[in-house]
C-alpha cells in the first residue's frame, strides 16, 4: 500500500514468445511499495531464468511515475493496435491514481511496424514508453546486481 495521500501506483510490462526454445520473455514490474520485480527467461544455448528483486526509493518512483504521466499513455486506446499474435505480444499494465490500463499487442520491431500501424500516434506514444522503461530498468538492474539483463 502507498503512503496516506499519495495515490496508488503500479506497473507491469511483459514481452514474450513461445517459440523452439520453449516460452522466452522478459517482464518487470514496479509494486506501489517500490519492489522492483525483475525476470528475463530465454532458453537459448540452455540459459536459465533471471530472477530479480530490488526495492527502489521513493524518490525513483516518482521519477517513474513522472516519466509515466509526462508520456500521455493513459490517455490512448489499443483497440486499432496490431493483435498479438504467433511472433510475440507485449502487454503494459498501469495503474496510476483512479486510473487502470491495460494494454496487448504484437511484438515491434521496429518504428516501421509503428508507422505501419492503423494508429501509428498512439502506438509511438507505447512504443517510447516501452523503450524509456526498459533503459530504466536494464539500468537499476545492472547497477545493483551487476549482470547483464539481456
Known sequence: MTAPGSEEFYVR??????????????????RPDGKLRYANNSNYKNDTMIK??????PSMMAELKRIVADSEIMKEDDK????????????????????HISFATSKIGSLI???????????????YLIQDLKCLVFSLIALHFKIKPI
Request: aromatic share 16%; hydrophobic share 35%.
Open 13 to 30: 510490462y511483459y514481452v514474450g514468445h513461445q517459440g523452439k526454445f520453449g516460452h522466452e520473455f522478459l517482464e518487470f514490474e514496479f
Open 80 to 99: 486499432l493496435w496490431p493483435s498479438p499474435d504467433r511472433v510475440g505480444r507485449q502487454e503494459l499494465e498501469i495503474v496510476l491514481g483512479n486510473e
Open 52 to 57: 530479480k528483486e530490488v526495492f527502489v526509493s
Open 113 to 127: 511496424d509503428v508507422q505501419e500501424s492503423k494508429d501509428p500516434e498512439a502506438l509511438r506514444v507505447f512504443y
